[in-house]
């Protein structure tokens, strides 16, 4: 007999259902997840120097039965629960926290301050609410451990860091984690932000963010005394002009309609008032979904760094560097579209929604590139009065890497768990076979 497509769908529904964490399983452990949290929100670490971070999450890991693997790709972590024969199932966090100051009068905001990179003393925030992805998947791995009959296969836990820097999922997988340890049929992640209120989650099948590219411009004048310009040739000028026509390439250069952004984040240049510097240097971040648009603006960006030097004089050509980089984060759509059952089963019908492809980026796509299937969904993060108070009035609430950002733990954390268990539930209940035949449609 063929199943109508009705009757297959009330199947599936009732097969989401079956596997839904019960509220009595999320609430065993959201004191320890929400501890967790409370710990690495006041104690955050920059991007790969999170070595406190990663060991706490380990030693908690290890404590709910997970064979623990440490400074994978740096302070990166995998943890590995084996339970019969059935899929591989990857679910990843990420560790690090962003140099902001915390401005959002929390009690237990953090007040950490660390030594950059560069040497610069630097406030510390999770500001993009990793820490909260951090403490559900802590709930989430504690809850799969203690309900073994419900799933079986491997579970695969990442801890991944220098998110933020755009290197931790490179570096995890030149040092192996997909030779050294299994590697997964189905890759997981999440993200929290205010797009959505807590308690609710977004599923954005296909391209779900934008591919990223770092640029720094160094521009190369002539130093001299502030008084005399005359003998100088002003690197500050020169950045100057070059900023407002970067700001021509997307408005003149690109298709319009087309999806592309350039800013300047930085300009840093000069000692003191009185002296003209020999150098400038700037920031950029571009955001494209097309590999032809990428590339037509990193050319557009070195052709008018080095002509506004030249029409000023500069003595040598400027430097133009893209210093990191990653590709767009593609769902599978098969596999968003298999999703939505459990999702909708753990939080509610009203409680998922599809979302439109947003413009951040992040490195989630390294690990899809690998050739696994990818999900990688947004939770709710916004206090839900606060929400529906600045979409009446037509404000927006503070989005991630703002000082004000935080999320309202208690119910995105209990959504983010139980979003987590009913997804690895599904997918870990699901023979390999079955789960490779339904993601077989490649990445365009």
Request: proline share 6%.
């Amino acid at each position: 007999m063929i199943l109508s497509k009705l009757s297959l769908l009330a199947l599936l529904t009732a097969f989401a259902c079956a596997l839904a964490p019960s509220s009595k399983e999320v609430e065993s452990v959201y004191s320890d997840a929400h501890a967790l949290y409370l710990d690495l929100h006041q104690n955050p670490e920059l991007s790969a120097h999170e070595t406190q971070t990663a060991a706490k999450l380990a030693a908690r890991l290890r404590s709910a039965g997970y064979d623990v693997t440490e400074h994978v790709g740096g302070t990166g972590l995998v943890a590995i629960l084996k339970n019969g024969a059935g899929p591989v199932i990857m679910l990843r966090t990420e560790l690090d926290a962003l140099p902001v100051e915390e401005k959002t009068g929390l009690p237990y905001a953090s007040k950490v301050r660390s030594t950059d990179d560069a040497g610069r003393d630097v406030p510390v925030m999770h500001a993009c609410g990793h820490d909260l992805h951090m403490a559900a998947l802590l709930g989430t791995a504690e809850v799969m451990a203690r309900s073994k009959n419900t799933w079986h296969g491997t579970l695969m836990l990442i801890g991944q860091p220098a998110e933020e820097t755009i290197g931790g999922a490179e570096g995890m997988i030149r040092d192996g984690v997909f030779t050294r340890f299994p590697k997964p049929d189905v890759a997981v992640a999440l993200h929290v932000g205010n797009e959505f209120p807590a308690g609710m989650a977004a599923i954005t099948p296909g391209v779900y963010n934008t591919n990223s590219d770092s640029v720094r411009i160094t521009i190369y004048g002539k130093g001299g005394h502030g008084s005399m310009p005359q003998s100088a040739i002003d690197p500050i000028v020169i950045a100057a002009r070059t900023i407002l026509a970067l700001q021509t390439i997307v408005s003149r250069e690109i298709k319009p309609g087309e999806m592309a952004v350039v800013t300047v984040g930085y300009i840093q240049a000069g000692t003191k008032n009185n002296i003209i510097p020999d150098h400038a240097e700037m920031g950029l971040t571009i955001r494209t979904r097309k590999q032809e648009v990428r590339q037509q603006i990193l050319a557009a960006i070195a052709r008018i760094a080095k002509a506004e030097a030249a029409a000023a004089g500069a003595p040598r050509e400027p430097s133009v560097e893209r210093y990191e980089g990653t590709d767009l984060v593609y769902n599978n759509p098969a596999l968003a579209e298999r999703l939505r059952a459990p999702l909708e089963a753990a939080l509610g019908k009203d409680k998922v929604v599809t979302g439109e492809p947003i413009t951040p980026s992040e490195d989630f796509s390294y690990f899809v590139e690998q050739g696994v299937p990818g999900f990688y969904f947004s939770l709710g993060g916004a206090d839900p009065e606060k929400f529906a108070a600045a979409k009446a009035s037509g404000s927006q609430l503070p989005s991630n890497h703002s000082a004000l950002f935080a999320p309202d733990v208690d119910p995105a954390l209990h959504a983010g768990i139980a979003a987590e268990v009913a997804v690895l539930r599904n997918l870990l209940n699901t023979s390999t076979e079955e789960l490779h035949k339904s993601t077989a449609t490649p990445q365009p």
